[in-house]
């Protein structure tokens, strides 16, 4: 590889390592399916107990009515999975509901998506993170005794791995996805058999408890509304289905297909574990109170403050496989693992988001540049210590954040879903091929359904869910609304003020010369070295310039510059007060009254130093010369470094850095697949 | 006052306002004696209760050898007045002890000094404000309840004031030092006026006490040893001596007669001050005991822990004018105020050390800079942190803190006293008018005096007190010379490392060419603004420079670009991964490597914004590529600032910082006065 022919193609593809791993990037069915559906999945492993747990209200009798319940889940789940299986087909970008939102039904309803999203990827990291320290809590009693300290810990290694760059790779997410479906899978098979074909009968840790209702013999409105509350509650196993739509350039070509074919099977999955651990439960007796500590009854008495539930899938799983057997203990860690990674995507769903909102102007621009390490850092900070704040606030109590969460996933799934219908609306005003017009019909009736159904459970969420923390959510979701409006405005007033007129010669203060100013505190290489540059930079009156802080210095300077013979005239400011900045500043503004219409360049030689400390002990008042001069018009600032050696340390780190991928890379896909696509809607 | 005029004058002497402030800031003998004197004046409030105290350990019977003490105080007081009146007189450039030391004994010696005294300034908080708080708390008992607390308190107020630039001003000390002093005389007369005419019996509060004794009967050289060590915790009156030879320039003129006069007022009234204290307190039968919860008797059974021991010289107070009357009252308010005064005059020390100290590159240089905000801001953080820390480790506790105390000021007045005697010597061996000759052996016979006794009681003190916490203090003092030692190593290697070579073209990277590009996002007013000084540069090539990081964007900038028919060629760089920095470099690099002799200048459009918030949104990619582009070798970069309106607020706060003044200005002096002092001597 020659170094010289290498140097343009390097510059047309950047770094050749990065260009190599652009395929490698495009994931099959089999990676992108835990990739993108850990979060959906793993929602399992809260989902049922909450169903349980807010039938409990009612009392056991009431438990008879969670197949129902769960039937009318999976009913949602097929809507959901339909619907976004036509959003997949007709939006390839990744934009995913904010994009369809924005596109079909205006800005507002697409910030209202965003800042729905935004919520929910919070609220991701909190419910996945609690419930995964309550799952890890069945098998290690330390675990949930320390629950709220486990659960932080855990956001914070999440934090510190996502902050790092660790590279979202499909194999970390395939493994403990994987484990964990066939875990689920084997524990439904297993206790159908020994139910069904043994006869065993099994107990589950809890069957032996009472359940004193709160509310003994609802009926009417009353158990119509709690049956709501428990659907709701259910409803948390939809979370994060339409990951898969934001992440359709990251798959293999079909990709609207093959992401399509994706969603069915994550669909197809969810439900039948939902279901099976349902009636397992149902089997099994699994008692969950709302409040165990006074509702549950051992024996009569109430089990007191001290007693820990158990989440639903762990109690089968012990009634199933026996306490403490490799399969039950092999599940619960899958169990926490899965959650966790859910917790993750949403790390790695964030930037996704970002980037596209701030493509839009609604968040910093430079969250849409790759690889922004900064930017992203603040991203990630401000996501973990939103989701430390609530699990702090709640306790880490998986059953109290769930409350929170549902509401953001639904106003997206609502006005994505409309969106859809006139997205359908629209093209078939002007589509003529009947075949076509055929197919649309359908997804528009798909799409319709999907957003009448998600804005009814919409509602019932709302209306079942306000007072017990949705408020919380929707207040969330005003600030973010709220925010990037403001960011939006910003941009936007600032884009009128730089607005170029038309016309070549319209800026009326067109500078005719430019007068050079090289700013001089001692003769030394990089001194030499910018009076160098500044000579060829051949501006039409060039000056060396030095402030007067100590007269023997100021002496010794301009008898070593008439020494050396240097042909540039030395003027020398006084400072009384041995100020640097402000006799410059006054000297450059005097420079501009005297010629209003020449404009002054500074010259400023800087040593680039390596280490942060050596920052300490140079530069800063030139760094704030420079700061202060931006403030002045007519003015431009030229820095002339002169690389000290130790400044090679700080290029290494700088390279290093570089290197380094920002979370959701993987599900971003290629930014040229990205590219294209985007254009080619345009 | 004509505009014009007006500008040429203001280039010359700065802001008008601050040139006629000069004479101001020149302090009278009445205003500089509270400004300088307020640390050892105060120091009366703790000194003699230590004096007691430490006697205490031998039984109540050892108070007697207190005025042998209190004799040995006040010789050690005239000595070190009077050597530092020929320090005033020699140097009056206001170096003061550094100064002394390194010109006289080399640059280790001035670095021990100025270890020394930096630990000194961080005690003064320390040990004022514990003793401070002491004194308010004989009034108001909550105060002392919550010691710690309300210490730190007052360090966070003192530090806050500093750092706004809270002026020092002569009327602030002048009021409560000349109250205090009047109230301490005031106190000596009455008592004496009641004791000896009218008779009265004066009892301290804790004169029914009985003390019991550590070690009864103590003799020989164990008592001597006590008798040492209550000496050297007397010594604690004479920290704070040497401020006046560091304030010589903020004097009137004559200035060092003026200094010198100063230093012999402070050093009477501090002496009378002492030995009146002592006396009365073995008058009215003060009790105190090293650990009085359990050496202090009431009834004979000890007191307790719950017990507050008073500081003395509220004791001779109550006994005196009577517990809560005005007098107690406000002399115990005047004697809190004044050691607070007393701290905050270590706040005003430290950046005029500082300054010396960075002049000689042993700090970071912009320390030398008056007015450079942040570099002070850092120092005071640091001095407050140090003396939070301490009051913290040793619960604000003035007797613990006051063992830590001395053996700075100590080091300080040793090393300056040996360094005036060769000074002496150095100039008699030149010296041939013999009145100059007696004059300078006289005071070379006072600097030897001061020297063997300072240096003596060195020896004692680090004998008495080393394992009470004189350690502490001699580590403080290594860390800050090593921190000092490698901030000059440093500072040298940079030095050695830029030197400019001798002959004028010894420089053979010198570039021939300039090759110039100028990087462009949007056509815009910044953009358009640097195209037209990018061209007035006239440098031998010129182009435009984007980076595709969108293809549909940049179209539109190509068509802008042609449309308005601008004569400068486009280049475009692609980026697959969306990054800005990297092709950008590359491209530059590639530059440098086909014509290695041309330097690249890279010209940046900026806008400039007002808000810290803006910052977030604008800027960082220019920002982080300029970083990096400075690592790059042969380039310049040239930010062209646009200002956006909101750029307007920002200026309006830096000019604001402007008019901060740092803290220690008026006992620093003009900085005009001090530069010529400066040059004369060289």
Redesign the interface.
Known sequence: MSKLTD??K??????AL??DR?GETLLPKRIALPVFASDPLSSVAYAPGEVLLVLSIAGVSAYHFSPWIAVAVVVLMFTVVASYRQNVHAYPSGGGDYEVATTNLGPRAGLTVASALLVDYVLTVAVSIASGIENLGSAIPFVVEHKTACAVAVIVLLTLMNLRGVRESGKLFAIPTYVFVSGVFIMIVWGAFRGLVLGDTMRAPTAQFHIEAEHQGLAGFALVFLLLRAFSSGCAALTGVEAISNGVPAFRKPKSRNAATTLAMMGLLAVTMFCGIIVLALVTDVRMAENPATDLLRNGTPVGSGYVQNPVITQVAEAVFGKGSFLFIVLAAATALVLFLAANTAYNGFPVLGSILA?DRYL???L?????R??FS?GIVLLAGAATFLVWIYGADSTRLIQLYIVGVFVSFTLSQTGMVRHWNRHLATETDPAKRRHMIRSRAINAFGAFFTGLVLVVVLATKFTHGAWVALLGMMIFYATMTA?RR??DR??A?????EG?SD?SV?????HSVLLISK????????L??AK????DTLEALTVN????ETKALREEWER???DVPLKV???????????VI??VK?LR?ESPRD?V?V?IP???VGHWY?H???N??AL?L??????T?G???????????S?EA??QR?RKR?EWSAPGSVRRG???ER?KE??GR?
């Open positions: 140097v343009p390097r510059i047309l593809i950047g770094r990065r260009s652009l493509q910093p621009r430079q849409h540049t790759r690889g922004d900064l930017a603040n960011i910003h941009y600032v884009a003020e730089i607005a170029a007129p070549p800026d067109r500078p005719s010369r430019v003769i030394h290489r990089p001194t030499l070295r910018a160098a540059y060829l930079m051949r501006s802080v100590d007269p023997a050396r013979g240097i400011l006084d400072s009384p007060y041995r100020e640097v900045t402000r006799p006054e000297y005097s009254r404009a360049s010259i800087e040593y680039v050596e300490l002990l140079h800063q008042s704030r420079k700061g202060r001069l931006l403030f018009p003015v431009m600032v030229t820095s002339v470094p002169y690389q000290l050696q400044s700080a290029k700088a570089q290629p930014a040229t590219a985007h254009s345009e």
